[in-house]
């Protein structure tokens, strides 16, 4: 009964996400019945690599609650790339690089400068959140909010982009030195800086993957659904954040089994949650309910992480 137990706990995120969407389709035929699936995978897409990106950073220990501002601020300047003509790729470029610079400077703040991760990630907030809705207010003097057809991100091409997201996030997460000193940094920082390693640099390497992750989505939620407003910004960070832990990327538990990131439990996370936000959408209720629920689960993951961890320490 103990290892029946044990396994459980360890294996949960495996039999409750497949269990919730096999609940929520059923239940709601209209909303996700079959016909919908193709359109629930692409507007699923953004989340899942965002979810990819802040793998890295809550692997480490920490949380980049500047996520949804940097992917606003992707999202403005793409729709700036359309107003102005720019072609679709040239604007994935800019959401890289925007990516690329946010994700740097909270590294370097960490690395260099001394600041706390906390610290670093409130001020990149700041910033970004004044940039983008600068960006918008500059756009939405111009008329435009959409920046390419919708055509252009169709199911095939979102699926593709975000496969191809999830394999690099595999093959860097497992393959790599970086997501075994990102692991090794949560577990034990002072042990990792007395081996020789630079943790400020291990900090540096997984806020700027993560970054890059942010808008390559960014790029995806835009083309798919229009602007991504700067008001939505937490919105995003909740989506996110919860996503990750029920991913398990940040698990302790995952982690002592050798399983640090899954590309099917970050596809599945993405899922449910954007299945919760569409049922709620479509029956009238207000939004906020659906936050509320995200935030009792997450709670709910979090407990049941500890007990993981607690079982797998005495595997």
Request: aromatic share 10%; proline share 3%; net charge positive.
């Amino acid at each position: 009964m103990e290892r029946v137990k044990k396994f459980l706990l360890i294996n949960l995120r495996w039999i409750l996400l497949p269990l919730t969407l096999a609940v929520l389709i059923p239940a709601f035929p209209g909303v996700l019945g079959p016909q919908n699936w193709m359109e629930l995978l692409r507007v699923s897409a953004p989340v899942a690599v965002a979810i990819t990106g802040m793998s890295f950073i809550q692997s480490g220990g920490w949380v980049d609650i500047s996520c949804g501002c940097q992917i606003a601020l992707s999202s403005a300047l793409m729709v700036r790339c359309g107003l102005g003509g720019w072609s679709l790729w040239m604007a994935l470029i800019v959401c890289i690089l925007v990516g690329l610079l946010c994700g740097a400077a909270n590294g370097l703040l960490i690395w260099r400068l001394g600041f706390a991760p906390t610290a670093a990630v409130i001020s990149m907030m700041f910033v970004t959140y004044g940039l983008a809705s600068l960006a918008e207010a500059h756009n939405a003097a111009d008329g435009g909010t959409a920046a390419f057809s919708a055509a252009a991100f169709g199911t095939p091409i979102a699926l593709l982009i975000m496969l191809l997201c999830l394999i690099v996030g595999y093959l860097l997460f497992n393959q790599t030195f970086v997501g075994r000193y990102l692991l090794a940094v949560k577990e034990d920082e002072n042990a990792v800086r007395m081996s020789g390693a630079n943790t400020g640099l291990v900090a540096f390497s997984g806020f700027v993957i993560g970054a890059l992750f942010f808008g390559v989505a960014a790029f995806l939620d835009t083309g798919i659904r229009g602007a991504v407003p700067v008001t939505q910004s937490v919105e995003y960070d909740a989506l996110v954040i919860l996503g990750t832990h029920l991913s398990g990327a940040s698990s302790s538990a995952r982690r002592s089994i050798g399983h640090n990131f899954s590309m099917i439990c970050t596809i599945l996370s993405a899922l449910v949650l954007v299945s919760i936000q569409r049922v709620t959408d479509a029956f009238g209720l207000n939004s906020a309910i659906a936050y509320v629920i995200f935030g009792v689960v997450l709670m709910i993951e979090l407990y049941f992480g500890r007990s993981s961890h607690r079982f797998s320490l005495h595997k």
